[in-house]
């Protein structure tokens, strides 16, 4: 057992310190200090970093942390720690460790019995959750799914059953495939696509899946994927009910099949997710 008291006592610590996701003026005081009083700051880009200190007029000296030298910087940093440095990890934007470096550094240190200290601020993750109007808890953070389409249907396939509202990361270039799998494997979802955070073209897109796809190809910049989470309760309500039916008949009434399958799944009791797999034969 290990107990950390991060502010009891003065010794080297490594800090993990949570910078703007694209708004500057997101910096929290805090993390300027940090970054102003540590020995080193380790950066996955010291190019972008160098931006980032020059605007808070920050002169700290920064040496390379990033996913292809994770584990040799982690061995240096820990070196920096025993000669009595302190150190803070930095990302490109938002917290480390998140789809981002950091975790060898964190746990090596960790076992060497010094102090991880976080220093909070953005993360792209939570403010597209809070934002999204989808259940915010319990949630499942996924981070990017694989290039691969194949690997990535079954990630997927592998999802399809939680509950959790789940998050990915995406690069606009995979957005149509990655939501055409989706709407594969888990069925016409409601969905939130949050764009830009921060930045002035911030944009939350609501809707479900097949809506999105229409407009997909056009979406630019960085993004954040909120996807409901599985809804099966109740689907064995009415086990006898012919959905196709159902659906049919309330679309010859003029409903859409959007309002069509909200008014089955009112009476069924089934998900409106499990109504479009019967409704379009997806097993």
Not at 67 to 74: L, P, R
Not at 75 to 85: C, H, N, V
Not at 147 to 162: M, N, P, V, Y
Not at 206 to 225: C, Q, Y
Request: net charge negative.
């Amino acid at each position: 057992m290990q107990r950390q008291k991060s502010f009891d006592f003065e010794q080297p610590t490594l800090y993990i310190v949570a910078t703007p996701i694209g708004n500057l003026a997101e910096m929290t005081p805090r993390a300027i200090e940090v970054l102003q009083k540590v020995d080193v700051i380790a950066a996955e880009d010291t190019r972008n970093t160098k931006k980032l200190l020059h605007h808070f007029h920050i002169h700290t000296k920064l040496i390379a942390h990033h996913m292809h030298n994770e584990i040799q910087s982690a061995k240096g940093i820990l070196e920096l720690l025993q000669m009595g440095k302190s150190v803070a990890v930095v990302s490109d934007a938002g917290y480390p460790l998140l789809s981002d470096p950091g975790l060898k550094v964190t746990q090596t240190v960790i076992e060497a019995g010094y102090c991880v200290v976080p220093i909070s601020g953005s993360n792209a993750m939570l403010n597209a959750l809070v934002a999204s109007g989808l259940c915010v808890q319990p949630f499942l953070f996924y981070g990017f799914l694989k290039h691969a389409e194949k690997e990535r249907i079954k990630e997927l396939q592998e999802l399809k059953d939680c509950n959790h509202t789940m998050i990915f990361y995406e690069a606009p270039h995979r957005l149509s495939k990655t939501l055409g799998n989706l709407l594969e494997v888990m069925g016409n979802r409601s969905i939130c696509i949050a764009r830009e955070l921060t930045k002035k073209h911030e944009e939350f897109i609501r809707g479900n899946i097949m809506e999105i796809l229409e407009i997909a190809d056009d979406l630019k910049g960085e993004m954040v994927l909120v996807v409901e989470g599985n809804d099966d309760e109740g689907k064995d309500i009415m086990e006898d009910v012919d959905v196709k039916e159902m659906m049919d008949a309330y679309i010859k009434e003029g409903y859409t099949s959007k309002e069509a399958m909200k008014l089955v799944a009112k009476k069924t009791g089934i998900s409106r997710n499990e109504i479009y797999h019967i409704y379009h034969n997806l097993g």
